[in-house]
């Protein structure tokens, strides 16, 4: 039987001087709410954690969360605190969170000491943020936890900016928005890329496919394969005819139009992003469009054509020039003689 956890966590931070760039942030508090699987609040979870790299707590860290040292001066160190979580956690469940960030954060202090990996891939979890928003909103804008709160008109009965009582709101929003229909559209932590070509993500959504790609040496060679650049209505599988090439106006995002002859119209967007072992892979959505978005999308396209070329001229201006200064400089150096 499958567990919602709605898990939050609380972190510390260095300063300039003091940073750990293996632990930027360092967990000082795990909360989390079990919810079975009708989304009934079943059990709770809170874990003081006693730090062991930053031992001063960040200025900006106090006003947020009003914790002191001292309130973590008896509590457990992160790997028995995350030991203990883990087993309350049980075997089969899903993690959920308020945005996509403590994931993140989760990982890297797991690596940090060591600790087992969840898995060697991207991580499967309910962004709750997200969901909130496509219920709510446009899917796209993102609301903080204590606006959602009050729109929902839950009762403000614990602190917010504790880990436990965050995610005592976050289970309240999810229990009273009950939207399993919504809850399709789960996101990937990708703290993990995947390993190879084999165990790459393609998942298909009710509007939309997503694609993550394994690692790549450099941006140029990811935008050489066939897999990445590929665009197939996410409905029926079919190829599309493209109509706007892959083109790039700022060079982290490439987009593409094509057509599906049953189902119409599709922008796939490439994001190109760097994991946290700072290499290249990519993150492509593709999605129905109308004909006005297209047209907008040719035009980039041509825009992005005429400044390749611009880019190109100078490049070879420079490259002639550097030829020329060359060949001056050895006339120069045979009249010397
Ligand atoms: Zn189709």
Request: one cysteine or more; proline letters at 3%; glycine letters at 4%.
């Amino acid at each position: 039987m499958k567990n919602y956890i709605v898990m939050d966590l609380e972190w510390n931070q260095g300063s300039a001087l003091t940073e750990n760039p293996n632990i930027p942030f360092e967990v000082i508090e795990i909360g989390a709410v079990k919810l079975d699987e009708n989304r009934n609040i079943v059990d709770t979870f809170d874990s003081l954690i006693r730090p062991q790299v930053y031992k001063k707590m960040n200025a900006m860290t106090q006003k947020v969360i009003h914790m002191d040292m001292k309130d973590l001066q008896n509590a457990e160190i992160f790997p028995h605190a995350f030991r203990k979580f883990m087993k309350w956690c049980g075997d089969d469940f899903i993690f959920c969170t308020w945005g996509n960030l403590d994931l993140t954060e989760l990982q890297t202090n797991m690596r940090y000491y060591g600790l087992e990996p969840f898995s060697d891939g991207p991580l499967k979890y309910l962004d709750i943020q997200k969901l909130f928003s496509i219920v709510y909103s446009d899917g796209r804008t993102r609301r903080a936890l204590e606006t959602a709160v009050e729109f929902m008109q839950i009762e403000k009965k614990e602190t917010f900016h504790h880990a436990d009582g965050d995610a005592w709101y976050t289970a309240q929003i999810m229990n009273k928005m009950n939207r399993p229909d919504v809850e399709v559209y789960y996101s990937y932590d990708n703290f993990h890329t995947p390993k190879d070509a084999e165990h790459e993500v393609h998942a298909k959504f009710p509007t939309y496919s997503k694609y993550i790609s394994r690692v790549f040496s450099d941006k140029a060679e990811a935008m050489k394969d066939s897999e990445v650049r590929a665009t197939k209505c996410f409905i029926c599988d079919r190829e599309l005819r493209q109509t706007v090439q892959w083109f790039s106006l700022n060079s982290k995002n490439y987009f593409n139009v094509g057509i599906c002859e049953k189902h119409g119209l599709m922008r796939s967007k490439l994001r190109v992003k760097k994991n946290e072992k700072g290499n290249v892979y990519i993150v492509k959505t593709l999605r129905r469009c109308d004909q006005e978005e297209a047209d907008d999308l040719k035009k980039k396209e041509r825009k992005a054509k005429v400044q390749a070329e611009k880019y190109e001229a100078i490049e070879r201006a420079k490259a002639k020039r550097g030829r020329n200064h060359v060949r001056k400089k050895k006339v120069i150096k045979k009249v010397k003689k």
